[in-house]
């Protein structure tokens, strides 16, 4: 019993038992919605728990590595994934008319994925390295490390992930103190490119904003998510239709119901008392990180923790609303309820930074 102790004191020293608490319940609640969105397929169910075992243990392995290690890993990490996106778009494999995708050989990868950590690693290391001397041209150098993955991604093309990276950076930017005026002259200057932005934006693309305003313009194609993911929310009511008795996603109305769309099953089978539940239980992890956040040491610790909490924050409110009918069709997946295993990985790798950040709050600069 005494060893048994040692050993489990040993395996959870570095791990922050209010986030893990909430990431398993998400976990569990999205397990449960996976088998009604799969129509009871245990073998789908069985491949995300598997995955859930191997972000777990990529969040233990990074909660236990002292922060200056880290460190180190921010430009290894960013120039990695620069050549690994420079690598797609030479030799790339094409899908359904994009570019996401490389064979490395024992498998294919999506190195966009990587970057949503690598950017604000290599932005917080940046500004944590010119903390002493920082002026508006380090904010510049700081936004030209942002602007080359996003750049290189929208060519794929892939504007969902581009704009949740470009989000996580500018989060970056903002934690690091730069000013308001700066920011709203941004907003200024970006509402009034929107014209030319419109120019250089896939045909789909267009189609998705138009489709926003009006869903029923094409009801049959890119409406159609958009359509059935409000009847499938608006069925659910106050208490839901109970679990596995959803029409929408029963009779398969519902499109992409165990990746993109899973909000719409939860919300059809739960309803309003269950999507409430379910914010709050989002609300608390968002908490948590907040309080981890607050409490970072260092500059760098600090930004890197802020962009990953705002981050995580930013899926949540694009994917709800864009099941909800009041955003555009992105494809960004519900974190830790979606079906996929890069995503899990990705932001579970976040929080074991996150934890890293709590349990080693002395970071000795190198």
Same mark, same amino acid.
């Given at each position: 019993?005494?060893?048994?102790?040692?050993?489990?004191?040993?395996?959870?020293?570095?791990?922050?038992?209010?986030? %893990? +608490?909430?990431? =398993? !319940?998400?976990?569990?609640? *999205?397990?449960? #919605? &996976? /088998?009604? $969105?799969?129509?009871?397929?245990?073998?789908?169910?069985?491949?995300?728990?598997?995955?859930?075992?191997?972000?777990?243990?990529?969040?233990?392995?990074?909660?236990?590595?002292?922060?200056?290690?880290?460190?180190?890993?921010?430009?290894?990490?960013?120039?990695?994934?620069?050549?690994?996106?420079?690598?797609?778009?030479?030799?790339?494999?094409?899908?359904?008319?994009?570019?996401?995708?490389?064979?490395?050989?024992?498998?294919?990868?999506?190195?966009?994925?990587?970057?949503?950590?690598?950017?604000?690693?290599?932005?917080?290391?940046?500004?944590?390295?010119?903390?002493?001397?920082?002026?508006?041209?380090?904010?510049?150098?700081?936004?030209?490390?942002?602007?080359?993955?996003?750049?290189?991604?929208?060519?794929?093309?892939? %504007? +969902?992930?581009? =704009? !949740?990276?470009?989000?996580? *950076?500018?989060? #970056? &930017? /903002?934690? $690091?103190?730069?000013?308001?005026?700066?920011?709203?002259?941004?907003?200024?200057?970006?509402?009034?490119?929107?014209?030319?932005?419109?120019?250089?934006?896939?045909?789909?693309?267009?189609?998705?904003?138009?489709?926003?305003?009006?869903?029923?313009?094409?009801?049959?194609?890119?409406?159609?998510?958009?359509?059935?993911?409000?009847?499938?929310?608006?069925?659910?009511?106050?208490?839901?239709?109970?679990?596995?008795?959803?029409?929408?996603?029963?009779?398969?109305?519902?499109?992409?119901?165990?990746?993109?769309?899973?909000?719409?099953?939860?919300?059809?089978?739960?309803?309003?008392?269950?999507?409430?539940?379910?914010?709050?239980?989002?609300?608390?992890?968002?908490?948590?990180?907040?309080?981890?956040?607050?409490?970072?040491?260092?500059?760098?610790?600090? !930004?890197?923790?802020?962009?990953?909490?705002?981050?995580?924050?930013?899926?949540?409110?694009?994917?709800?609303?864009?099941?909800?009918?009041?955003?555009?069709?992105?494809?960004?997946?519900?974190?830790?309820?979606?079906?996929?295993?890069?995503?899990?990985?990705?932001?579970?790798?976040?929080?074991?930074?996150?934890?890293?950040?709590?349990?080693?709050?002395?970071?000795?600069?190198?």
């Amino acid at each position: 019993m005494i060893k048994f102790s040692k050993l489990w004191h040993y395996l959870t020293r570095y791990i922050d038992g209010f986030l %893990l +608490g909430g990431v =398993l !319940l998400l976990m569990l609640v *999205g397990l449960t #919605v &996976l /088998y009604s $969105a799969t129509g009871a397929n245990i073998n789908r169910v069985s491949n995300q728990a598997v995955n859930m075992l191997v972000a777990f243990a990529i969040m233990w392995l990074v909660a236990n590595i002292p922060l200056q290690h880290i460190r180190r890993l921010a430009l290894p990490m960013y120039l990695l994934g620069i050549v690994l996106l420079v690598g797609v778009a030479l030799f790339g494999e094409i899908h359904n008319g994009a570019r996401r995708w490389l064979n490395i050989g024992i498998t294919s990868i999506q190195p966009s994925e990587l970057m949503k950590l690598a950017v604000p690693l290599i932005m917080a290391w940046y500004f944590d390295k010119y903390e002493i001397t920082l002026r508006l041209r380090d904010y510049v150098g700081a936004t030209l490390l942002l602007l080359l993955p996003v750049i290189l991604i929208l060519r794929q093309p892939d %504007l +969902g992930t581009a =704009l !949740l990276i470009a989000s996580s *950076g500018f989060y #970056v &930017l /903002y934690l $690091a103190g730069l000013s308001w005026r700066i920011i709203a002259g941004l907003c200024v200057a970006g509402l009034g490119s929107i014209p030319l932005l419109w120019t250089f934006m896939h045909d789909y693309q267009r189609q998705r904003v138009m489709t926003l305003f009006d869903p029923t313009q094409d009801a049959l194609g890119t409406g159609y998510h958009t359509i059935q993911s409000t009847i499938a929310i608006g069925s659910g009511g106050i208490v839901g239709k109970g679990w596995q008795k959803g029409t929408q996603t029963q009779l398969d109305f519902l499109p992409e119901q165990s990746t993109d769309f899973i909000f719409a099953v939860f919300s059809e089978e739960f309803g309003l008392i269950g999507n409430m539940l379910l914010l709050m239980l989002y609300l608390v992890i968002i908490a948590r990180c907040i309080v981890i956040t607050a409490n970072a040491s260092t500059q760098f610790t600090r !930004l890197i923790a802020g962009s990953i909490t705002l981050t995580f924050f930013t899926y949540i409110f694009v994917n709800m609303g864009m099941v909800s009918g009041i955003l555009p069709v992105v494809g960004v997946p519900l974190p830790l309820i979606s079906y996929g295993g890069t995503s899990i990985v990705t932001m579970l790798l976040g929080f074991g930074i996150l934890m890293s950040i709590h349990k080693h709050p002395k970071l000795v600069k190198t």
